[in-house]
């Protein structure tokens, strides 16, 4: 089992950058693939990005370019670094790790994009 907390969301102005943090704890954390969502209001959750244990990322279309995923396995955090942030990117962001069939979820840090 694993606990996931986000940090780092906030409010910045269009154009911005922030970025999202998301520390794993209570488990072998480099084994585990972690993903990006994000659920804006009245939305679905979406996902963002994703990155296995292996370091290979993915990322849905309106982010490629402009959003970044990376881990440090060491320190057991996976990152999202937003560059060039619109309001459309306004939710609140988390972040999920999967291993051996098991979703685990943080609690979620909000980002808002507004001038």
């Known amino acids: 089992q694993v606990q996931l907390v986000e940090s780092g969301g906030g409010l910045v102005q269009p154009g911005g950058s922030l970025r999202l943090s998301c520390a794993g704890s209570g488990s072998i954390f480099s084994i585990y693939a972690v993903g990006w969502y994000r659920q804006a209001p009245g939305k679905q959750r979406e996902w963002v990005a994703g990155i296995t244990s292996g370091k290979i990322t993915n990322y849905v279309d309106s982010v490629k370019g402009r959003f970044t995923i990376s881990r440090d396995n060491v320190k057991n955090m996976v990152y999202l670094q937003m560059n060039s942030l619109k309001p459309e990117d306004t939710a609140v962001y988390y972040c999920?790790?999967?291993?051996?069939?098991?979703?685990?979820w943080g609690q979620g840090t909000q980002v808002t994009v507004s001038s």
């Open positions: 999920k790790a999967t291993a051996y069939g098991k979703d685990y």
